[in-house]
């Protein structure tokens, strides 16, 4: 399966509704690699890197986000697979 990675930011309620820990935990479900931080300006921002069909599944559901969050918006950039990642922090 193809590698890829993705740097994604998310806007809405996002901060404070346990979005990073639950992404922590779907991300690690998954398999998937790399890093969840809040932004200064309200938005969460997530890189990660995993197989093609996981790192679809993830960006699904951040979509969602968790029950009590709110995701108004997500910017997806599609970046070049790096293998950076051997695994998957809250910053």
Known sequence: MKKV???L???G???GVFFRDITKKKAQELAINGWVKNLPDGRVE??????EDKA???IEW?????IIARVD???VIKEQYQNEFR???II
């Open 56 to 58: 679809k599944k993830l």
């Open 73 to 75: 918006y997500v910017e």
């Open 62 to 66: 951040v979509k969602r986000g968790p």
């Open 87 to 89: 695994n998957f922090e």
């Open 13 to 15: 309620r996002v901060q």
């Open 9 to 11: 930011f998310i806007s």
């Open 46 to 51: 997530l890189v990660f890197e995993a197989e």
């Open 5 to 7: 990675r993705f740097h």
